[in-house]
C-alpha cells in the first residue's frame, strides 16, 4: 500500500471511532510523524463556565501526540499513553480548535511527542506532551 494510501485509511478508522465521533474530533493530517487534529467548541464539549472543558484540551493533545507517534509504527505495533502533561494557556468559548501534533522521540520501547493547540484565529490555547509505551503484537 502506498504511504498516501494508508494515510487516508488511517484517518478514515480515527475518524469512524466512536469517541472521535462522540467528541466530535476529526483527524485531517497524519504523515511522518506529525498530525492535525480539529475540534469545534460545542454545548457538549463545555464546562459550566461556558469554556471548553480541560478535559476536551488534554484528551485533543493526547490524540495529536498519539496520532504523530502512531505514523513511525511498524506492522504489529502500538502505542499507550503513559504519561500526559498539559500546560492550559488561554480559555476557549467559540470555534475551531486546532491541534499540531509531532512526534520527538520513537525509541525501542518509548515513544514521545508534543501538541500545540490553537484557535482559528491562531491564538495559543494549550501546548502539551505525551510519553508512549511501543507495544508489539504477537
Known sequence: MEREEFTKAIMTILNSSPYYQHMGMKAVH???????LEIRAEEHTKNLYGTVHGGVLASLVDSACGVALGTMLEEGESAVT????????????????IA???????????????????NENGVLVAKGMTTHFIQRMI
Open 30 to 36: 497524519c504523515a511522518d510523524g506529525t498530525s492535525r
Open 82 to 97: 503513559v504519561d500526559l502533561r498539559i500546560n492550559y494557556i488561554a480559555p476557549v468559548r467559540e470555534g475551531l480548535l
Open 100 to 118: 499540531e501534533g509531532k512526534a520527538i522521540h520513537r525509541g525501542r520501547n518509548t515513544g514521545v511527542a508534543e501538541a500545540t493547540l490553537h
